[in-house]
């Protein structure tokens, strides 16, 4: 590693790897890699640490090294992040499975003053197929059961999963909110016998449907009959937000500001 980033990226993840959580504020931006967060949210530097100190506790011998990282367009540090480790602690409500785990995901990194802004560049199927390795998520034959572990995934996480990027995109539908909980137990178009991994309430008129992954994916049949592209999560405690017209996730955080906007609490 000649280039001074690479050894100052490589030495830093050593200390994390050692047990030296600190690294990670020396290493990550507030910024993220395409994204400034505003005031109201939190920063590359927080999000990516809490993740961090999560994964580390649940695998106290988990590692972050770079591969082939090298300069490309822009200046960009472009290449391979391997990540292993054997989970012996739980991660989010999912109990250790006490395997050996590694990953290689792509990653990209630019220089953010005296830190670094990182992409991961993992597609949804790669990104599931790591959290159905950890348990977070059902095989694929059994996405349309309920989870195996049920766990409220970070908000944040599912922003990026299923639209790749840290940012909210832009959505004209969040001004058409009129409701923004519900108590529904049960999907509303499905017979008493039937089964979902979740349900979706639409932020337009309040009508609850089954998950996407369900088998008969009630919420996004709403949305195709009436026009009504806003649902949230009303699994436990999630509340984030999806909008199928924008292809578009906001977190909890928007949902709360709806609801306070509509003199209603959460």
């Not at 505003?38 to 590692?63: H, S």
């Not at 830190?115 to 993992?122: C, I, R, S, Y």
């Not at 519900?182 to 509303?188: G, I, L, M, N, R």
Request: proline residues 7%.
């Amino acid at each position: 590693m000649s280039d001074p980033r690479l050894v100052r990226i490589g030495e830093l993840l050593e200390r994390f790897s050692d047990g030296d959580l600190t690294a990670v504020d020396e290493l990550i931006a507030p910024e993220y890699f395409v994204h400034v967060p505003a005031d109201d949210e939190p920063t590359a530097t927080q999000v990516y640490g809490a993740f961090a100190g999560q994964l580390k506790a649940a695998a106290p011998d988990l590692r972050i090294d770079v591969l082939d990282l090298a300069p490309g367009p822009d200046d960009v540090l472009a290449g391979e992040a391997s990540i292993s480790g054997t989970w012996t602690g739980d991660l989010w409500g999912v109990p250790p499975s006490g395997q050996h785990y590694e990953f290689h995901v792509p990653l990209r990194v630019r220089s953010a003053g005296d830190k670094f802004a990182f992409e991961v560049g993992l597609d949804t199927p790669g990104a599931l197929l790591i959290l159905r390795s950890l348990g977070l998520v059902n095989p694929p034959d059994q996405m349309h059961l309920p989870s195996l572990h049920p766990v409220v995934l970070d908000d944040f996480l599912v922003k990026v999963l299923f639209t790749g990027q840290a940012g909210d995109k832009e959505c004209s539908h969040l001004a058409d909110v009129a409701v923004v909980r519900s108590d529904a137990t049960t999907c509303d178009d499905c017979a008493p016998d039937e089964i979902w991994p979740a349900l979706r309430m639409c932020l337009i008129c309040g009508h609850v449907g089954c998950c996407d992954t369900s088998t008969n994916k009630h919420a996004k049949a709403h949305w195709e009959g009436t026009g009504h592209p806003l649902i949230r999560s009303i699994r436990m405690d999630e509340g984030w937000i999806w909008c199928y017209e924008d292809n578009a996730v906001f977190q909890k955080r928007t949902l709360i500001g709806l609801a306070e906007g509509l003199g209603e609490t959460l």
